[in-house]
């Protein structure tokens, strides 16, 4: 790929790697997240709500800054993680990781909608046919909830490959290591005559987001029919 | 195997305290909305937890409040029919169908896959799915998977209710061989007085969450006390045998140790038949009516009497085993000096047979 500098592809790269992590990491804390929301009533409910909800409100810069205080390596939980070989600051994990943690209350959300879209009637059946609880949740509610899933995963997807703001501010801008596709294209925007690769870069940001969207509304659609809610 | 449920529950103003038998066959729960039919087959199922009391079938206990006994829903081996179907939508019908299987393996097989689908019809839905179908083929897809997860018990909550006339016509006669064909209790929850006439063996009749009067239909039923169907639709449902088919056209038949004749049918001599009599059909004459169109006379004795708040009144006849209504005003009681005992003509100017509910009676 030769009309790629290879740092533009590099940025391109990981981007999608940070991107696929964050959102394969997030799922089972997002399907959790969504049915405590949608089915539990506990006390704290409405603070843990909010607390899902804090990063889609909060200025990414502030989500950036309070991770890079809790994850670099002087703070406390940052040290005992790098004890164990797990380093968030200054890594493209600490990326992957921002870019989680900025998508989880788009994915939640989707995935709350759905879960409250299923009629719990259908659960019962499920149990009076012998089905436990945990076997009704596997051939009952994952089916019915499997739109929400996808389309809260792409949404996160997309929203993982477009974080800036918590991404750069918690893990910089370190070209081959943390230089996702956004940091790339600031970056080029902040050198002269490095237009051409600024604007390569968006046409590709661009494609990859009319791609996700357009693979979610075909999958969504193919699930949709499958599960009879056409 | 027979259910014995004895249940109290509470839920805000609506206090349930209720308890029956409910033998082989269909006991019927029969009441106004709001009298707490579904809670108690909600219970039942393992749905809801009432506030105390004991259900066991046979001797398996399923819920035993004083010994600390409740089987969760998915251990109890109740087959439910909901009112809406409930299908699986992810599901075909042949996967809805095979559902409770995959958590039965290690039941007795007793039922047969093939012989369920070809009773109930549904062998060309198999590969369809769910919403292609029209609410008879649902409700019969309900039933099957209810039958093949192999229950104890069968709990239908009034499964005809959301359908049209012609898709009730439909189903009913397959509660009819699900009642003559199987050897577990089946617990149906409904308020339409056809139903009750053609499926119930035992019925139980509620109100605002008390029993009012459990027992075999026909006995319910011909109590003049109870009219769980309202005083207008009273009636009585006979159980009878045919006796020969005459040439003119006139079957004869036999209930309760009494020969009726009725307009020719369609079931070959010696077949068990349900006759329904209403109570307005059913004159009292103190002397033999002669020279009368009515082929039915038969002679009886007052057995109880009730007056009802208007002008009317509700008599009980015995006539052989059997027991008749008779919807009589109040004057015609006070002019024929009907009491108990008193004994007259019972003139029956129509019996009718609930549609389809030809067949086999169980016995017992």
Redesign the interface.
Known sequence: MDWLSPQEWDAVALSLRVALWATLASLPFALIAAHLLARCSFPGKQLFNGLVHLPLVLPPVVTGYLLLVTFNLEAPLGQALSRVGIVFAFNWTGAALAAAIMAFPLMVRAIRLSIEAV?P??E??????????F??YV??TI??ILPGILAGSILAFAKAMGEFGATITFVSNIPGQTQTLPSAIYAFLQVPGSEKSALRLVVIAVFIAMGALLLSEVVSRRVAR????? | MSLSVSLTHRLGDFALDVSFEAPDGVTMLYGRSGSGKTTIVNALAGLIQPDAGRISIGNVSLYDSKAGVSLPAHKRQVGYIFQEGRLFPHLTVQQNLTYGKWFASRREARADRSKIVEMLGIGPLLNRRPDGLSGGEKQRVAIGRALLARPRLLLADEPLAALDDARKDEILPYFERLRDELDVPIVYVSHASAEVTRLADTLVVLENGRLVRAGPATEVLSDPGVTPLGAGAAGVILEAQVVAHHDDGVTEVVAGGIPLLLPQMQASVGAHLRLRIEAQDVMIALARPQEISALNVLPATVAALRMGDGPGALVQLRSGKNLLLSRVTRRSVEALGLREGKPVFAVLKAVSIPRGAIGDIPKG
């Not at chain 1, 019962?124 to 609880?133: D, F, K, N, V």
């Open positions: 009629d009637k259908l019962q059946a499920a149990a009076t046919l012998g089905a436990s609880p076997w009704v051939t009952v089916p019915l499958r599960i009879g809610q056409t």
